[in-house]
């Protein structure tokens, strides 16, 4: 397809603000490290070329040491359904990245013992309410993912890694949720499901608020995240027992609608944008776009 040049845009607009504008950035070049090129050469769920963030110093003793890892981390399977009912009891004691990511290691750590049984995962309190409060990155999906990270952490099986999360992303962004179930609800009341469209807290709450006419500091609001971390935590246990069972994943990807947007805006076209998540809730044009 026809690819928009930026300067032939922007010259069009009037807006060339002269070399200046475009100059002393420059790409990546074939000057890198193998190590850095190999990871800069993995492909992501939505078949665009991560970026490399990593440099090309070589790792220093300490490092490596940290990164070979003494413990043994390896996934076992666990039933879904125990620890979405431990990850909704738990709940209460870290809020919803607390409860994804403690639920996992618990169990983990009755079946294992160590090293899951040190685990600290008090640490994970700080994902609440979109970290800290600040309404970004969902705690279900940075719990999720997060332990995605832990079981998946080779330097070499980033693409595996991506493709885990998006499973999780794309879930989360598309799914009707909650529809957790749990055994004795704390509050025993319906809660509405909506779709998020975004993996943003912020949008999150706010897209089930207008569902279900409640506030977002009502006790049901509460409930609702209780039970979505609940449904994250089975969630990401199924896909990390498919994972360690060999099973096939089935390919998901970002939407025909993202992928035209990145088209354009992503690595191959203006290179102006970064990220796969859904663009809608944030960039609507009234009229044809651009
Ligand atoms: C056919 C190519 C093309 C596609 C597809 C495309 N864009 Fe653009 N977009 C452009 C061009 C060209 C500009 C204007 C030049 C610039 O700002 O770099 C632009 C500008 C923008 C801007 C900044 C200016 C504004 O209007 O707010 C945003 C935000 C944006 N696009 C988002 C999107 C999103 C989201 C999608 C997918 C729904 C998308 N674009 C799809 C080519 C495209
Ligand atoms: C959570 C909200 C959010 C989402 C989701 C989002 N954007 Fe943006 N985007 C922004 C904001 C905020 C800006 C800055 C707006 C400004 O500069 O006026 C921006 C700016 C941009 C720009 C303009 C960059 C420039 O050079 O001026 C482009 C292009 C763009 N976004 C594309 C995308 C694409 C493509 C997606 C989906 C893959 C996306 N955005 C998803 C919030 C979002």
Not at 27 to 49: M, V
Not at 128 to 145: E, H, L, Q
Request: net charge negative; hydrophobic share 35%; aromatic share 6%.
């Amino acid at each position: 397809m026809h690819k928009f040049n930026r300067r032939h845009v922007l010259a069009s607009l009037g807006m060339m603000g002269g070399s200046a504008l475009l100059s002393g950035c420059g790409r990546q070049g074939p000057d890198l490290s193998i190590s850095a090129k190999e990871i800069d050469g993995s492909q992501t769920a939505g078949g665009h070329s991560a970026v490399a963030e990593e440099t090309a110093q070589p790792a220093s003793q300490a490092v490596q040491q940290l990164a070979s890892g003494q413990q043994d981390w390896t996934y076992l399977p666990l039933d879904p359904e125990r620890v979405g009912q431990l990850a909704y009891d738990i709940y209460p004691k870290g809020s919803c990245m607390y409860s994804v990511v403690g639920s996992v290691i618990m169990q983990a750590a009755e079946k294992v013992g160590e090293p899951f049984r040190s685990f600290p995962i008090d640490m994970m309190r700080f994902g609440a309410v979109g970290i800290g409060g600040w309404g970004s990155t969902c705690g279900v999906v940075n719990g999720c993912c997060a332990l995605i990270g832990l079981f998946h952490s080779g330097l070499e099986i980033r693409q595996k890694r991506e493709e885990l999360m998006a499973d999780i992303c794309l879930w989360y962004e598309s799914a009707s949720l909650p529809n957790f179930q749990p055994e004795n609800p704390a509050q025993d009341v319906e809660i509405a499901s909506s779709v998020s469209q975004s993996v943003l807290c912020h949008v999150s709450s706010g897209a089930w608020c207008k569902a279900s006419g409640c506030d977002a500091f009502s006790i049901e609001r509460r409930e609702r995240c209780r039970r979505l971390s609940a449904e994250g935590a089975v969630k990401v246990v199924e896909v990390l027992n498919a994972e360690a069972n060999g099973q096939l994943r089935e390919f998901v990807d970002i939407t025909p609608e993202v992928h035209s947007c990145n088209e354009c805006h992503g690595k191959a076209g203006q290179a102006d944008s970064l990220g796969m998540m859904n663009c809608m809730p944030c960039h609507q044009f009234e009229t044809a776009h651009p």
